[in-house]
């Protein structure tokens, strides 16, 4: 059983600055991905940023340039720096973990969400 906890949401004025972290534990598995997505009202989750244990990153166009996803193997946790903020920033953030089980593909563990708001 793996249990991911988001924290670090809250408001903030636009061209604020926030930093999300999400802690995996539980049984042991690889967290060969983790990453986060999010889902703003009305419409559909999408995917923020991904970084793989070996250190490759993946950002969606819209957040390139300004949020920096990192993770600490030890703690077995990931981060998303967001800097610059939008008010189009403003959805429930949800952290990802994703675990290679070989021939059986890939398995995805999410968190609950956490929400960020941006004000203008």
């Known amino acids: 059983q793996v249990q991911l906890v988001e924290s670090g949401g809250g408001l903030v004025q636009a061209g604020g600055s926030l930093r999300l972290s999400c802690a995996a534990s539980?049984?042991?598995?690889?967290?060969?991905?983790m990453g986060w997505y999010r889902q703003a009202p009305g419409k559909q989750r999408e995917l923020v940023a991904t970084v793989t244990i070996g250190g490759s990153t993946n950002y969606a166009d819209s957040v390139k340039g300004r949020f920096t996803i990192s993770r600490d193997n030890a703690k077995n946790t990931v981060y998303l720096q967001m800097n610059n903020l939008k008010p189009e920033d403003t959805a429930v953030y949800y952290c990802n973990v994703g675990s290679n089980v070989g021939r059986l593909g890939i398995r995805l563990y999410w968190g609950q969400g956490t929400q960020v708001t941006v004000s203008s």
């Open positions: 539980g049984s042991d598995f690889s967290s060969d991905v």
